[in-house]
């Protein structure tokens, strides 16, 4: 049987594993809007990518609460998934509406956001704040 701190281990894992993707599909999101920008007939791929980063999210949002439910660690990445879900959310809203001058800066502000979460998981801060 495995021991509570194999457990933790492996949970925070998957949340790095999560946070990790969510990351590089807000990434990608941005190479496709500058496609669209740049040429604004080909708006495919920066559709297929909101699609991606909504499920990424969801994603992100359950492993966040699987970590802490079981693990007993701090709810702080469930809070952070949630807030990003809505972001990702008004994102999703502002770009079906052609909003483009709160949609890039939103876009620019979910990055920003996403890459201090990986730097606060992989750092390894939530494990020595939860021991």
């Known amino acids: ?3 509570r ?11 790095r594993v999560a946070s990790a993707l969510q990351t590089v599909a807000v990434f990608v999101q941005a190479i496709t809007a500058g496609f669209l920008l ?3 007939g080909d708006g495919a791929p920066h559709s297929a990518g909101a699609y991606t980063v909504f499920v990424v999210a ?9 970590t802490w439910r079981p693990g007993g660690g701090s709810p702080a990445p469930i809070l952070y998934a949630v807030g990003f879900l809505v972001l990702t959310l ?4 502002l770009g079906i ?4 001058t709160l ?3 939103l876009g620019v502000l979910m990055f920003g956001s996403s890459v201090l979460q990986l730097v606060w998981i992989w ?9």
């Open 97 to 100: 509406a052609h909003v483009k």
């Open 58 to 66: 969801l994603v992100h949002l359950v492993v966040a609460i699987l």
């Open 123 to 131: 750092s390894g801060r939530r494990a020595v704040a939860t021991a």
């Open 1 to 3: 049987m495995p021991t």
């Open 5 to 15: 701190t194999t457990t933790k281990q492996g949970n925070l894992m998957f949340l």
């Open 38 to 40: 740049s040429s604004p």
């Open 90 to 93: 008004a994102q999703v809203a």
């Open 103 to 105: 949609h890039v800066p």
